[in-house]
């Protein structure tokens, strides 16, 4: 997997599930990525409040689509619905490195000691490392790791990998079919697979 720089630009971004999926399928239709972008801003392919939304959310998930090798589109398009998600929040951890080690810090280590809940100390305990490790962490205001930590906590429950409730969230191991897996460390994806498993 690539690594990126760290960013905070998830603070205005959704899981985008849906608006992910029905790319997909157009792209599995024939179309390129260009052409859904002028569809978008022309017709407002994904009913967003404003332009400035449109624009956003379509420039987001053009730039997860493409992180991943175009051979994910007829495996997403087979897969089920719970197939399309975690396939969907990989592309959110191939775009956004910061929310990678979130997973691979918090929800890998749980799995592999055997545990299955994450609360806000692990939260905390990630940020505080990560302003050791990264300038770019450390200058980040309190505020903004709220914000990131809640856009996080909503992709891993929209994707199906914990539960909703406040406070403590039990961990739900991903049931991954098995042409995913293969799919995943064919095309480099072994560290994805292991955050999600705690492989």
């Known amino acids: 997997m690539q690594r990126n720089p760290y960013s905070a630009g998830a603070v205005k971004f959704s899981f985008w599930f849906q608006e992910f999926r029905k790319a997909v399928f157009m792209l599995a239709d024939g179309a390129s990525l260009a052409e859904i972008k002028k569809l978008n801003q022309e017709t407002n392919i994904f009913a967003a ?3 400035e939304r449109a624009k956003l959310i379509m420039s987001n998930v053009a730039k997860r689509i493409e992180a991943l090798d175009p051979s994910f589109v007829p495996l997403f398009v087979c897969s089920d619905v719970v197939g399309q998600k975690l396939l969907c929040l990989i592309a959110c951890m191939c775009t956004d490195t910061l929310f990678f080690d979130f997973v691979n810090d918090i929800i890998r280590v749980k ?3 055997g545990l299955n809940e994450y609360g806000d100390s692990d939260a905390r305990k990630f940020w505080d490392d990560k302003q050791i490790q990264s300038d770019k962490v450390a ?5 903004t790791r709220k914000r990131l930590l809640s856009t996080y906590k909503q992709y891993l429950y929209n994707a199906g990998i914990t539960e909703g409730n406040a406070g403590s969230r039990k961990i739900i191991v991903p049931i ?10 064919e095309h480099d994806l072994q560290p994805a ?5 705690g492989e």
């Open 176 to 185: 991954i079919s098995a042409d995913i897996v293969a799919w995943l460390r």
């Open 49 to 51: 409040s404003s332009p």
């Open 193 to 197: 697979l292991a955050a999600l498993t």
């Open 139 to 143: 200058n980040l205001t309190e505020a």
């Open 111 to 113: 799995l592999a000691l």
